[in-house]
């Protein structure tokens, strides 16, 4: 069958050229085509096309050469039959808006708790046919799509669940209320703070987009390894702003599901052309951009751009003038026509070529300023996510253009305030009520009643008709707990006996986890994710023993096929390699850490990376994994700002301990030794997977070698609490102190011990603190219980307790910055004295760099013989002493702290 000369050209051909010239070129080319219609034919006439565009792409060109004509991506002739209700949706939709405004106007009326309007304005559309036709619930064997609402579209959420009769009005009476009596709505989608109704933390603007590619990607692991078996497959739905698009986060990863093929992603991009300022791209077309950079990247891009009122008028507009003129304009000029009346728009954007003025000659003003852009319009959005949900072989992206602070009007619409308007006067509210035919009457209006119809109302049969069809309510988060049967501490019996030869706790770490991979039950749901440093830490044995995941398999022959451990990529790899994007690599914890909620299938994720990069680099992850309640270990190796000695500066961390112990719901950890690493996984495992905690674990590697002693009895406790006594000090010594170690640094303070002792007689206990923030916490629980009940007797902490009848003096010693161990030090008896490596860092032997920081055996001994005679318990001539003995320069250079 031969294709007619309009399916192979579309009704636009003419359409892009610009100016004389361009009208001659189009002209000419326009002749060509005839020509070669008529002598080659249609599908030959279409190869030649397909070859000429194909050699054009090829030459270096701006984004732009990877764009369409600015019109929907779907033409009307293409466009399904819309199966919903229109009239009712709008009902129910307008419900929504009103509810949505009255939440957020109604709290900033008597506070100022903020919230946002516009923005779910410009997308109630765009959630709303998902909602009646796409998003499809849980069920018993079906996951749930997968949905990551834009944050501060939050009241629209609420809205729709006040209708479902999911919330009633007093939680909509509390919005951004949360302490208030009876509790109240979190300001954005929170899963800490509303556990059963959001699933996917959004707001911090980034985060939500690259988070669903790799729960996309993720899911294909899942049922890639076995561990899941859908019938079918659930959709990753990721709902973004536009101005949302310039984080890095958001369109750094976007490769990444082009490549392994996740067609099982759909983003939409509202296109409101605004952001919080003003214009996303005033002086451009920021649905041009986008799509160019997607198509550029291998993804579908669907646009939708024009509403079905505009079908008629391109239809009838054979000049092409109508397209060269959507396309001259910029996105201020088209934020222009929203502000202004329609006769601006009749004058400005048609008026440009008096030939367009005919177009429009039959609508008045008002109608021209009704004139919809795709994102309002019901029908094109449904074709839009058809067309979505159907594509194979590639993620789709919906460019969807909307109006911020659609329905406004005055009040706010697309105007550049738009963003910030939480307040409205009762004109605008009565404006707003007659728009969408709110059935509010006159002298209620002030008050802002929220609007619910009844139970037995049409609506609400509809509404929740539709989500009884696709499986029940999104969003919703279902937790059924599936107790793991992890391992218990006997199975990593051989830490408790130390080691002959000397070890890294990175070491350490990599055979335990090679022992857990091995475990019969849960060794499946371990997942190591590595940022492309494997062999950093010397897990490159685990790609042969585990593979490495790869949807593809593997197409090639590794070059060291021929070695014991060479690099394998496997369908069903169970290591997350996922190179060098720290960002991808947490967005993979989180996906793999929050299974047991997202899949009813607990994984146990191990991310273990340069710990430089982990907070420092992509802090905002690491909170939102205490939010999304992630479960799961991460590992900071090449910890220690004097242990990690060549690589200078930029990576030696003495502060990710810090980082990690500003999380609440982070157990930081910095183990001296294999047993202690060993234990706090243990305990770990069993709070996370049994008894169902919603905590994470961090924990600091180091790459020293050093003997790994066995270890003594009744430490665990002790170890899992944060501190316990490592090595009493001599017997008999008058003098007494107590030095705190942790880390590859414990080997200061042991043999600082031994020099004490010998030397000075100083009896001094070496004590291992395993979690200077853990011991913190427990402090300040028991004194803000004590605050509260002054007359009752004072509550103490596990420190408090265990430090009570010590004497002498207390130091600490760290390869961390001091702030790490005075995390503790009010509640350390007569105060603590802490060693620590404040200011940057230095390339040079570790001996150096602990002497140039003040951390090495030699500094642990003066500085615990100076915190001595602070507390007058020996003569200030014997730290001087001290000083010249060991060697130390009193005028060596420092490092600076400003
Ligand atoms: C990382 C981050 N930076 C800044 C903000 C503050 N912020 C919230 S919404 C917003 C503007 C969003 O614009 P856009 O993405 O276009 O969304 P729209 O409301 O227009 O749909 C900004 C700057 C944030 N939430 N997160
Ligand atoms: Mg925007």
Redesign the pocket.
Known sequence: MKASKKEIYGSRASGTATGNNGDKWSESMQAMFEHSLESQGPERTAQLLEKLATQLRSEPRPPAGQTTPYVNTIPAEQQPAYPGDRAIERRIKSMMRWNAMAMVVKANSNTNVGGHIA?FA?SATLYEVAQNHFFRGRTEDFPGDQVYFQGHAAPGMYARAYLEGRLDESHLQNFRQELAPGGGLSSYPHPYLMPEFWQFPTVSMGLGPIMSLYQARFNRYLQARGLTNWKTEPKVWAFL????SDEPESLGAITLAARENLDNIIWVV??????LDGP?RGNGKIIQELEGLFRGAGWNVVKVIWGTEWDEIIKRDQSGLLLKRMEECVDGDYQKYIVEPGSYTRNHFFGKYPQLLELVNHLTDEQISKLLRGGHDVRKMYAAYKAASEHKGQPTVVLAKTV?GYGLGEAGEGKNISHQQKKMNEKELREFRGRFDIPISDDLIAEMPFFRPSPDSAETKYLLERRKALGGFVPARVVRPVPLDVPKLDYFAEFAKGSTSEASTTMAFVRLITLLLRHKTVGKNVVPIIPDEARTFGMDALFKDIGIYSPKGQLYEPVDKKSLLYYLEKKDGQILEEGISEAGAMSSFIAAGTSYASHGVPMIPFYTYYSMFGPQRVGDLFWLAGDIRAKGFLLGATSGRTSLNGEGLQHQDGHSLLHASTIPTCLPYDPAFGYELAVIIADGMRRMFVENEDIFYYLALYNENHPMPPMSAGVEDGIVKGLYKFKSGYTGGKIRAHIFGSGSIMQSALKAQVILAEKYGVSADVWSATSYKLLRSDAIRAQRWNILHPTLPAKKSYLENLLAKEQGAFVAVSDNIRTVPDQIAPWVPGGLFTLGTDGFGRSDTRGRLRRFFGVDVESTVIGTLYALAEKKLIDRKIVAQAIKDLGVDPEMVQPQIV
């Not at 702003?241 to 949302?244: F, N």
Request: net charge neutral.
């Open positions: 923005s410009s702003g536009d101005g949302e509202n296109c409101n052309l605004q952001r996303v911020k």
